[in-house]
C-alpha cells in the first residue's frame, strides 16, 4: 500500500480483556517496528521483525504481550489481560531493508489504546 | 546504551524566526538519522534522513546537519509558520540495537 495502515485507529476496552492491534507495513518491507508513547511520554521500543523473525524482542513490557508476522506483511500485537497502565497509542512503522540501513522508516498513525 | 538528547524541551517563538532546534546523541556508532514531525494525536511524520556518510539534508525551509563525530544533529527551520507547530523528534539507528533510538522531542509553538 501507499503507507503504513494500523487498525483499529482508536480501540476501548474493560481491564482485564484482550486487545488485538493490526500493522499493515508498506508492501516489500521487510523490517516491522511496534513502539508505544504514553500520554505525554517519548516513544518506548517493543518489538521488531526483519521478515517474519523477531530478533530484538527485549521492548515487550511483560508476558501479557506478543507479536506476531506472518507472510513478511501484516502484524499483530496482542495485550492480554489489559490493565490501565496499558493506555498509549501504539505506533508501527516499517523500513525496506534494516540491513541495508540507509533507508527510513515511515509510521501510521496509530492505534490510541484506552482501558477502563 | 545509546541515548538521544533534544534541548530544548520546548519553544515559543514569533512567526517569522529562523530558529534552531538540537539534538545529541551519545554512541556515534549510527547508521543513520532521522527528524520527524508529530502533531498532536497523530502519528510520526518523516521530514528528514541523513544518512551516516552525509552532512546534511535539506527540504524546502527544513535544514538538517549531522556531526557523527561529535554526536550532534541540528533542524534549522527557516522563515517560521503557525503551521510548523509540532513536536519533533530527532531519532538514529544504533548499529548495535538496529533499531531507531527517539530523544524526548522539542514541542515548538510558532505564535502569529
Known amino acids: 500500500g501507499a503507507g503504513v495502515s494500523q487498525s483499529p485507529s482508536n480501540k476501548v476496552t474493560e481491564k482485564g480483556k484482550d486487545v488485538e492491534l493490526r500493522c499493515d507495513p508498506i508492501s516489500g518491507h521487510t523490517a516491522l517496528y511496534w513502539y508505544r508513547q504514553r500520554l505525554g511520554q517519548g516513544l518506548e521500543f517493543l518489538i521488531y521483525?526483519?521478515?517474519?523473525?523477531?530478533?530484538?524482542k527485549s521492548g515487550l513490557p511483560s508476558d501479557r504481550f506478543s507479536a506476531e508476522r506472518t507472510g513478511e506483511s501484516v502484524s499483530t500485537l496482542t495485550i492480554q489481560r489489559t490493565q490501565q497502565e496499558d493506555s498509549a497509542v501504539y505506533l508501527c512503522?516499517?523500513?525496506?531493508?534494516?540491513?541495508?540501513?540507509?533507508?527510513?522508516?515511515?509510521f501510521g498513525s496509530g492505534t490510541r489504546l484506552t482501558v477502563v | 546504551k545509546q541515548e538521544v538528547t533534544q534541548i530544548p524541551a520546548a519553544l515559543s517563538v514569533p512567526e517569522g524566526e529562523n530558529l534552531v532546534l538540537n539534538c545529541s546523541f551519545t554512541d556515534s556508532a549510527i547508521y543513520n538519522l532521522q527528524w520527524f514531525r508529530q502533531d498532536p494525536g497523530k502519528g510520526l511524520t518523516s521530514l528528514l534522513l541523513?544518512?551516516?556518510?552525509?552532512r546534511e539534508q535539506t527540504s524546502g525551509r527544513l535544514n538538517a546537519s549531522l556531526d557523527k563525530s561529535s554526536g550532534r544533529s541540528t533542524l534549522y527551520i527557516a522563515a517560521s509558520q503557525p503551521g510548523d507547530s509540532a513536536t519533533y523528534l530527532c531519532?538514529?539507528?544504533?548499529?548495535?540495537?538496529?533499531?531507531?533510538?527517539f530523544g524526548q522531542g522539542t514541542r515548538l509553538t510558532i505564535n502569529p
Open positions: 531519532a538514529v539507528i544504533d548499529q548495535g540495537a538496529q533499531k531507531l533510538v
Open positions: 521483525f526483519q521478515g517474519n523473525s523477531a530478533p530484538d
Open positions: 541523513i544518512q551516516s556518510s552525509q
Open positions: 512503522a516499517s523500513s525496506s531493508n534494516v540491513l541495508r540501513r540507509g533507508d527510513g522508516y515511515t
